[in-house]
């Protein structure tokens, strides 16, 4: 079994900054990648960005210069650094993980539950 759990986010301000992390945690052998999406309300879920496990970065236009997204390899946890908040950027951020839960398996990806993020004056 494997798990994601994502956690850090809030209520902020319009221009605010949030770090959510995501924590992965079971039987896992290796991780070749993670990153994060975001569903605003009565929207598709959309990329914001991801990172290899060589920790190559790549983000979605609207999100770059403003989101980092970093990863602790010793920690199996990924973070998501978010300045400058907009209110259109509310949203449930979702994780997501690429791995392997054992040396004879595939890949595979696993998601987390989502943690809201809301920016509202």
């Known amino acids: 079994q494997v798990q994601l759990v994502e956690s850090g986010g809030g209520l902020l301000q319009p221009g605010g900054s949030l770090r959510p992390s995501c924590a992965a945690s079971?039987?896992?052998?290796?991780?070749?990648?993670m990153g994060w999406y975001r569903q605003p309300p009565a929207k598709e879920r959309g990329a914001v960005g991801r990172?290899?496990?060589?920790?190559?970065?790549n983000y979605a236009d609207s999100v770059k210069a403003r989101f980092t997204i970093s990863r602790d390899n010793t920690k199996n946890t990924m973070y998501l650094q978010m300045n400058s908040l907009k209110p259109e950027e509310t949203a449930v951020y979702y994780c997501?993980?690429?791995?392997?839960?054992?040396?004879?398996?595939?890949?595979?990806?696993?998601w987390g539950q989502g943690t809201q993020v809301t920016v509202s004056s």
């Open positions: 990172i290899t496990s060589g920790g190559t970065t």
């Open positions: 997501y993980a690429d791995l392997k839960s054992s040396w004879n398996s595939g890949f595979r990806r696993y």
């Open positions: 079971g039987s896992i052998f290796s991780i070749i990648g």
